[in-house]
């Protein structure tokens, strides 16, 4: 366990290098993020999403979204904003835009993180956000949606379908996902070549934020593949709930240049410290 903190803690110094510009508040975060290419491009990418399906999220498969905005929630959906805030942080500095979320094993919350962080995004003006299921073998995150039927990553993927045909737009405004479809051959076989490259590409050109839901980093090798064509990696780490050699060679499998940081997950709401992004426990 003291290692893995040891290398949380140098991604936690390495995104305060990152992050650190006193003249930078949340206000010019916002506004230069705002500044999206030219008004005909914008124009371009809403006509090309404005025939998306359009899917509810929220349903008896997502009982603890943001979105029921209930007493139990609200500690969640600060700790949500103060994630989604230093990540802008990270985008206005360095431009990046695909974001890998992650966790070491099942079950640490890394799929609700994912919705809920796109759920805090889209609430802002000007921040259209896409959310990708990229666990093609739980699709867990699809069956946040009342209609999670193909086509979706797996069918875009394989080239039965384009993007365009595959997002589907969300009862969120700014918000839009794309399902992971249904699976015709080995899930590592689709992010191989090319086409998962080009897709982020794409998708980068529509979007302001990209967030994709991956499988767990052990033992698969789906992680590797698809967080190399992502700017970026978010590690979930649910409290009380890894052991330490499963942590060690999660933190040794992890590119600590992609690294922007660590969520803290399922902690104490009335500890000190119920939420944490980057530093591990203080």
Known sequence: MSKFFNETQKASQWAQQKLANPEMDVRQVLES??????????QSADASLSQCRQVHVGNGNAPRLVLQQDDSSKAALEAYRGLR???????AKTGLKSIAITSSLPGEGKTLTTMNLGLC????????????????????????????????LAEVLAGGVTPDEAIVATNQKNLFVLPAG???SSPPELFTG???QEFLNRCGELFKVILIDTPPLLPLADFELISAACDGVVMVVRARHGRREILQKTANALDTKKLLGVVFNATDVDGKNYYGYGYGPK
């Open 182 to 184: 249904t699976v015709a």
């Open 194 to 196: 090319t086409h998962w």
């Open 85 to 91: 805030t230093r990540l802008m942080r990270a985008q």
């Open 33 to 42: 993020l705002k500044q999206g290419p030219a008004s005909s491009e914008s």
């Open 121 to 152: 995004y889209a609430q802002l003006p000007q921040q259209r956000v896409l959310i990708i299921d990229a666990d093609l073998r739980t699709c867990g995150l699809s069956s946040m949606l009342d209609h999670s039927s193909t086509p979706g």
